[in-house]
């Protein structure tokens, strides 16, 4: 590992930590693009290699949410399990796929996301007017949250489920972005407990994907090892972060960054399709 390529990898692991600590997901996106265009990865290296750091960075948000109670373990570790079946044919699909093809369809999947998180950050913004209207703020729900949608709407968990893990899988990503809305939306849980739940998703689905890569390429582990561990700090910072600003302000800016990045690998992708 270059002195160079640390100087400007490491960084980009607070950014990736700082963001899953604050959102419970969307961070871990750009560990892919860190590793491709910073430390020069291939991109099927660089979708494996980003599993290892989503994964450390899950486990210190995970930590720091769960102290505060924020976690719901049965529900999440029951959703995270459904998944691992996509998360498997995800990274089988992923290591068949050209290089080209893979980083457009990750550039699209930018694009995607940036849109969910600006309607997430338009969404929280009206139930922050409603609560300052008078509305008031509700309490944490009960420990047993979500884990009666598990029971009466099986298929629907079921299919969502596999689907955050097939795009585990393939992307290399943690995909909190979709685990979250997944949660209050599937499972009915309030967003702070959502957002806790979803970091315990993503360990199960990144471990997963990464033991099912073991053995297809070779990883740096040393520019790993740094960047995972930027991240972790990165994601208890995150997690204190959350606590001081709205989660609209840092949605709206993670989108914009967002966006700006997948043109970017558009691009430079789409012309070598």
């Not at 160079?4 to 490491?10: E, V």
């Not at 265009?37 to 899950?58: E, K, N």
């Not at 997430?120 to 913004?125: A, H």
Request: charged residues 10%; positive net charge.
């Amino acid at each position: 590992m270059s002195v160079l390529i640390a100087a400007t990898a490491l960084p980009c692991g607070l950014l990736i930590g700082l963001l899953l600590g604050a959102l419970g997901g969307g961070g871990s996106i750009l560990a892919v693009p860190a590793l491709v265009y910073v430390a020069g990865q291939s991109p099927h290296t660089a979708t494996a290699g980003a599993l290892m750091v989503v994964a450390v960075g899950a486990v210190t948000g995970l930590a720091c949410h769960a102290a505060a109670g924020r976690v719901r373990w049965a529900a999440g570790a029951a959703f995270g399990t459904l998944g691992t079946a996509g998360t498997y044919l995800g990274s089988r699909w992923s290591a068949a796929v050209d290089p080209a093809v893979l980083i457009a369809a990750f550039a699209g999947l930018m694009c995607v996301v940036a849109a969910a998180l600006l309607l997430r950050s338009l969404r929280e913004r009206r139930a922050a007017k409603a609560a300052r209207g008078g509305v008031g703020i509700a309490p944490l729900p009960p420990l047993s949250e979500g884990t009666a949608s598990l029971r009466s709407r099986p298929a629907r968990v079921t299919a969502t489920a596999s689907a955050v893990g097939l795009l585990t899988g393939f992307f290399g990503v943690g995909g909190g972005f979709v685990v979250v809305p997944a949660l209050t939306l599937v499972l009915g849980m309030e967003m702070p407990v959502a957002v806790g739940t979803s970091l315990l998703v993503i360990v199960i689905n990144s471990t997963t994907a990464l033991a099912t890569r073991a053995g297809t390429g070779v990883l740096d582990w040393p520019l790993l090892v740094g960047v995972a561990a930027c991240t972790a700090l990165g994601s208890y910072a995150g997690n204190r972060l959350a606590t001081r600003l709205p989660p609209q302000v840092l949605s709206t800016a993670f989108a914009s960054l967002v966006a700006v990045l997948a043109v970017a690998m558009a691009a430079t992708a789409v012309p070598r399709l």
